[in-house]
């Protein structure tokens, strides 16, 4: 099911959101553009030239990696910045000022081909909308892997971030001269 889909959702249309910078940039384009829709505003600054813009359905992994792909192109072919919308739907459960999994903890990549296993104020999201089980579905029908690949490929990402998070936690503070090393990617010559 896609965005479009979703948002008419009666259980989950409320709950579709922008992520929280996609909310800031809406609240600061009506305060110069009142009663205008995210589409209408990104239509605009496209038609104007201001930006490139385009919407996709977040819960599209592959939409949303030939998009990001196409716009890194395009900014480093010279053609300037580009603005990505990509609609999604929020983890049931999840608000912006108290993020919990509480209603089902973390998400298990055994309810790709089994969502009748996730907890119940989550089953429905997890058939529909989460874009990890969505792609995993979509790999495991193709043929692309097995699920037995998909469950090792699980393990050893869980594995990696934790080695991050860990290794994260037991650095000292960057100096301010560090701290922002790597936010930009170095120009082009």
Do not use: C
Request: proline share 7%; net charge negative; aromatic share 6%.
């Amino acid at each position: 099911m896609g965005i479009e889909e979703l948002e008419k959702d009666p259980e989950y249309g409320d709950n579709v959101r922008r992520n929280f910078h996609g909310e800031k940039i809406q609240s600061v384009l009506d305060l110069i553009f009142p009663k205008k829709t995210s589409k209408e505003w990104l239509a605009a600054l496209n038609d104007a030239d201001i930006l490139a813009t385009e919407v996709v359905d977040g819960t599209d992994v592959e939409q949303v990696l030939d998009t990001t792909r196409r716009a890194v192109a395009a900014a480093r072919d010279g053609q300037g910045p580009n603005f990505i919308e990509s609609r999604t739907s929020r983890w049931p459960g999840n608000y912006a000022s108290s993020p919990t999994l509480s209603l089902s903890g973390a998400t298990q990549l055994t309810w790709t081909w089994a969502p009748e296993t996730a907890p119940e104020p989550v089953r429905r999201w997890v058939e529909r909308s989460d874009p990890l089980l969505l792609f995993s579905r979509r790999l495991l029908e193709s043929g692309a892997v097995t699920r037995d690949d998909l469950l090792q490929t699980d393990v050893d990402v869980r594995a990696e971030m934790r080695g991050a998070v860990e290794f994260a936690q037991a650095s000292p503070e960057p100096s301010p001269e560090e701290a922002a090393q790597f936010v930009l990617a170095p120009a082009r010559n």
